[in-house]
């Protein structure tokens, strides 16, 4: 498709040059250079590649409004260190998920001894590396629950990792911990135990469809 484009364009001009009465003396000129771009397709074009549309390298991700709902509750959206959550939601809400994670790394140097920062920065870990419980991911939620063992936001998120990566066995004791962690007065207690009997049933669907031995 290249060549047949390249000699539409090259009809098209020498068309023109006699249409404006071009001297043919200037013809060559144009041929020249014509002959020198077709020269260059052909050593770098690639006719066969197939085209597609041009992009920024940057996917915008869509906002799961309920969670980072459930999320600004179990952290306390409005302690300092949420400024830098609501900043990093801002980078991967357009993709960015490289800067979301610089950014809360920035307050992490700050505040070295944040849960919500913590757990943000896991949470960022996670989905950069293709929703996957990556080590650093993981090493995050780790520091997170070190910093503040009792806290139900470090476990509840790691299980949310877990379900989103599709390892929803490994997802269940997390979200169970959550649960046990969260006093039964807290507004977002209902809101792990809904999702743990939801987890708790895809489970036993999945064990009813495995074969017996």
Do not use: C
């Amino acid at each position: 498709m290249g060549w047949v484009w390249l000699a539409a364009i090259g009809a098209g001009v020498f068309a023109l040059l006699a249409v404006l009465r071009v001297d043919r003396l200037l013809w060559t000129m144009v041929a020249s250079a014509l002959m020198l771009g077709a020269a260059g397709y052909a050593l770098q074009g690639q006719p066969g590649l197939v085209g597609h549309p041009v992009t920024t390298g940057l996917a915008a991700t869509p906002d799961d409004g309920a969670m980072l709902e459930l999320r600004d509750q179990m952290l306390e959206r409005y302690t300092g260190a949420a400024a830098y959550l609501v900043a990093a939601d801002a980078m991967t809400r357009i993709g960015d998920r490289r800067a979301a994670v610089q950014v809360l790394l920035g307050g992490i140097r700050i505040a070295p001894k944040s849960v919500v920062l913590w757990t943000g920065l896991a949470n960022a870990l996670s989905a950069h590396d293709a929703n996957q419980v990556s080590p650093p991911a993981l090493f995050a939620f780790q520091q997170a629950t070190r910093l503040a063992p009792k806290h139900p936001a470090p476990p509840f998120f790691l299980g949310l990792a877990y379900v989103r990566a599709g390892e929803f066995a490994k997802a269940r004791p997390y979200w169970a911990k959550a649960l046990a962690l969260t006093p039964s007065d807290i507004s977002y207690r209902g809101e792990i135990a809904v999702r743990l009997a939801l987890l708790d049933r895809l489970l036993a669907a999945q064990d009813a469809e495995t074969p017996r031995q």
